[in-house]
């Protein structure tokens, strides 16, 4: 089982900023790391995701506001949230890929965003 340690997260006004970092086992090399959301009553979304090729691709909600970064040689990438917005409140999930196939997720933390 591959585990995923994050942290950051948690609650700051409209047109605040938050952090959120994730890290992976540094012995798995990974084909992406990046980040999802879930909100109430929704669907897990995608937020977006960091390739090791330098690419990264974002949800149109959140270009812009959102930057995506991440260390290849530690398996570590970083949300960085600026401008949130109350529609922003949900989990935050870290995701995994390895080059073997598999994907993993972190245990999620919350973000919410008070107008």
């Known amino acids: 089982q591959v585990r995923l340690t994050g942290s950051g997260g948690g609650l700051v006004q409209a047109g605040g900023s938050l952090r959120l970092s994730c890290a992976a086992p540094?012995?798995?090399?990974?084909?992406?790391m990046g980040w999802y959301r879930q909100a109430p009553g929704k669907q897990r979304e995608l937020v977006g995701m960091?390739?090791?090729?330098?690419?990264?691709e974002y949800d149109a909600s959140v270009k812009g506001r959102f930057t995506i970064s991440s260390y290849n040689a530690n398996n570590t990438v970083f949300l960085q949230m600026n401008s949130l917005r109350p529609e922003d409140t949900a989990v935050y999930f870290c995701?995994?890929?390895?080059?073997?196939?598999?994907?993993?997720w972190g245990q999620g933390t919350q973000v919410t965003v008070s107008s």
């Open positions: 540094t012995n798995i090399p990974s084909t992406g």
């Open positions: 995701k995994f890929r390895a080059v073997f196939g598999g994907e993993y």
């Open positions: 960091n390739y090791p090729s330098g690419t990264t």
